[in-house]
T-cell receptor, first 115, second 111 residues
Framework: DAKTTQPNSMESNEEEPVHLPCNHSTISGTDYIHWYRQLPSQGPEYVIH???SNVNNRMASLAIAEDRKSSTLILHRATLRDAAVYYC????????????????FGKGTHLIIQP | DVKVTQSSRYLVKRTGEKVFLECVQDMDHENMFWYRQDPGLGLRLIYFSYDVKMKEKGDIPEGYSVSREKKERFSLILESASTNQTSMYLC??????????FGPGTRLTVL
């Protein structure tokens, strides 16, 4: 599986935008970029995913570089509830097993929100 | 509100005990997963199931077994618990290749 690289931690102020970077220089053409986050004492939760185009949903936006070697998760207005570990992972859609394919999380980025 | 529930948030067992961790999902998902999460090692897949009575080994199946007798329930079994199985255990489910929904986790301590 292609690997991702994220900063260990980032700090931001409440109600300001947050840009969480992820490098994936060995990404393949069939890899989707997924983001999950894990709040303290909770299981991970899905945030967003994309392939080539930028994506928006109610939680965040995902900006994907033109060469797809990096991406940025954007929280438009961070709140204290967004303090979590954010994981950027790649999912190969050429996998023949369909959805029964486990996730592999690295260390992620620990996002700290200051009030 | 979709839900994955796990039988216990915290569990303390002794070495050699048989341990059952239960997971239930109410979303009619065909796929269910068991992971463990350890500091510095990230999330690792133990077993998964893509249908009732079907199971596949993940990356670290040694020392574990699973059971899926009903679609909504996926059990993780530690036949003889050991101290190196002290960990956070996470259950997840999904349908097709959609995002996975995780339970709150069970923090297991084996003494």
């Amino acid at each position: 599986d292609a690997k991702t690289t994220q900063p260990n931690s980032m700090e931001s102020n409440e109600e300001e935008p947050v840009h969480l970077p992820c490098n994936h220089s060995t990404i393949s053409g069939t890899d989707y970029i997924h983001w999950y986050r894990q709040l303290p004492s909770q299981g991970p939760e899905y945030v967003i995913h994309g392939l080539t185009s930028n994506v928006n949903n109610r939680m965040a936006s995902l900006a994907i570089a033109e060469d797809r070697k990096s991406s940025t998760l954007i929280l438009h207005r961070a709140t204290l509830r967004d303090a979590a570990v954010y994981y950027c992972i790649l999912r190969d859609r050429s996998y023949s097993g369909g959805g029964a394919d486990g996730l592999t999380f690295g260390k992620g980025t620990h996002l700290i929100i200051q009030p | 509100d979709v839900k994955v529930t796990q039988s216990s948030r915290y569990l303390v067992k002794r070495t050699g005990e048989k341990v059952f961790l239960e997971c239930v999902q109410d979303m009619d998902h065909e796929n269910m997963f068991w992971y463990r999460q350890d500091p510095g090692l990230g999330l690792r897949l133990i077993y998964f199931s893509y249908d009732v009575k079907m199971k596949e080994k993940g990356d670290i199946p040694e020392g574990y077994s699973v059971s899926r007798e009903k679609k909504e329930r996926f059990s993780l079994i530690l036949e003889s618990a050991s101290t190196n199985q002290t960990s956070m255990y996470l259950c997840a489910s999904n349908s097709g290749d959609n995002e996975q929904f995780f339970g709150p986790g069970t923090r297991l301590t084996v003494l």
